[in-house]
């Protein structure tokens, strides 16, 4: 109730109306009108009805606001989803920093360090970036780019999500082996099998994490910008469809 105001200025603004018509509408003065809006006086029931007829709109608009368009909640519920997802890898990974705080940095101790730095540190940039262009396309115009013109852009994009994912899983469980052992029997020593091919392309990694840890970030707003991951929607009638669609 204590929007009426707001709500006013905006239905007025959004029906590109000035004070003075909106004033001569009612039969009221300018300064009426701009006391409603800035909160210092608040029309009466019957005052209310006659703004909504004249803004062709009706009273619980004026009173609650207009409606949130389903795309615009779409949009808050992704944002509110990946802030959350970021929100709770960052505890995690702040955990396990402070748990091991003054602990060795070789042993299981270590290895857990390392699994959590090869894992959650792009997984948390990745969704940063995402997270900051989902912003930006909420709160002001940013919008993604448009799927046909960009298909080939996505496939790409979601091949390289795909290597982000895969490419540190053997060393993980690798690492998982050697923490447990370590845990298990005080040491352990214990080398990676030499995998030529991955063996680059995991080096590239962790150089790339190491000495440019922003390409991660750059590359979630690029997802954002491609349309990465697309939307789930319902068909009409009930039945279930899905498909990857621009985001708000």
Request: net charge positive; charged share 20%.
């Amino acid at each position: 109730m204590r929007d009426i105001g707001k709500n006013i200025k905006t239905i007025r603004q959004s029906r590109e109306m000035t004070q003075e018509a909106l004033a001569d509408a009612l039969y009221v003065t300018r300064q009426t009108v701009s006391n409603y809006e800035n909160g210092r006086s608040r029309p009466d029931v019957e005052m209310l009805l006659k703004i909504a007829e004249v803004l062709k709109t009706d009273i619980n608009t004026v009173i609650y606001g207009p409606e949130i368009p389903k795309s615009k909640k779409d949009a808050y519920r992704r944002l509110a989803v990946s802030a959350g997802v970021l929100f709770v890898l960052a505890a995690i990974y702040a955990a396990v920093r402070i748990i091991f705080s003054d602990g060795p940095y070789i042993g299981w101790q270590g290895t857990v360090i390392m699994i959590c730095r090869m894992t959650l540190i792009p997984a948390i940039l990745v969704i940063f970036g995402w997270v900051l262009l989902q912003c930006l396309g909420t709160f002001h115009t940013l919008k993604p780019l448009p799927g046909e013109k960009v298909k080939v852009l996505r496939i790409l994009a979601l091949a390289v999500l795909a290597l982000l994912v895969l490419i540190p899983i053997p060393h993980v469980v690798f690492l998982c082996v050697v923490a447990y052992r370590s845990y298990v029997y005080s040491f352990v020593s214990m080398a990676f099998p030499d995998i030529p091919v991955y063996q680059e392309l995991f080096g590239a990694m962790i150089v790339l994490l190491s000495k440019a840890p922003f390409v991660y970030s750059i590359f979630g707003g690029a997802c954002w910008l491609l349309g990465i991951p697309g939307k789930r929607e319902r068909k009409n009638g009930g039945a279930e469809g899905e498909t990857a669609s621009q985001q708000s």
